[in-house]
């Protein structure tokens, strides 16, 4: 049985929602976090940026792999989705607090531990393949 091999949009939909959109999610409980007119526009501008940024990553990444021929170097090819990984988890580094810092403590409470996560620096650096940077868990 050969694999069917995904075409550049579904290469692009998998990788680019490999990891959680935290913005997109808190926007989404608006009404239940009682979000103020401020903060929901202040997390509408994150996902903005965010979501951007995580397609302009993805997207050349996307067309590399569709166009690969069968006899691919993998190492190669697991490089540069890691590379993608990093540089969205590295971006998150920045507007996760941001957004953390919008948010009372009573509305952070009410988010999910599976949002939560992106919001906290070293959370998010715990989560990077290959923990970059050796400030992993696991070492480095």
């Known amino acids: 049985v050969t694999q069917q091999k995904m075409n550049e ?14 913005f997109d999610q808190i926007l989404r409980q608006m009404d239940t976090l009682q979000l103020t007119t401020e903060q929901a526009d202040s997390l509408a501008s994150l996902n903005r940026i965010y979501s951007r940024f995580r ?20 190492v190669e090819a697991w490089d540069k989705v890691k590379t993608a990984q990093n540089a969205v988890l590295e971006k998150m580094v920045v507007l996760g607090p941001a957004a ?25 650096r715990a989560i990077r393949p290959g923990n970059a940077n050796g400030r992993g868990r696991f070492g480095g």
């Open 100 to 124: 953390k810092k919008i948010l009372t403590r009573e509305q952070l409470n009410r988010l999910p531990v599976f949002i939560t996560i992106y919001l906290d620096e070293a959370t998010i």
């Open 9 to 22: 949009q579904q290469l692009f939909q998998r990788y680019s929602n490999s990891i959680q959109n935290p």
């Open 55 to 74: 397609d302009e990553t993805w997207r050349p990444v996307a067309r590399y792999l569709a166009a690969l021929p069968d006899d691919y170097d993998l």
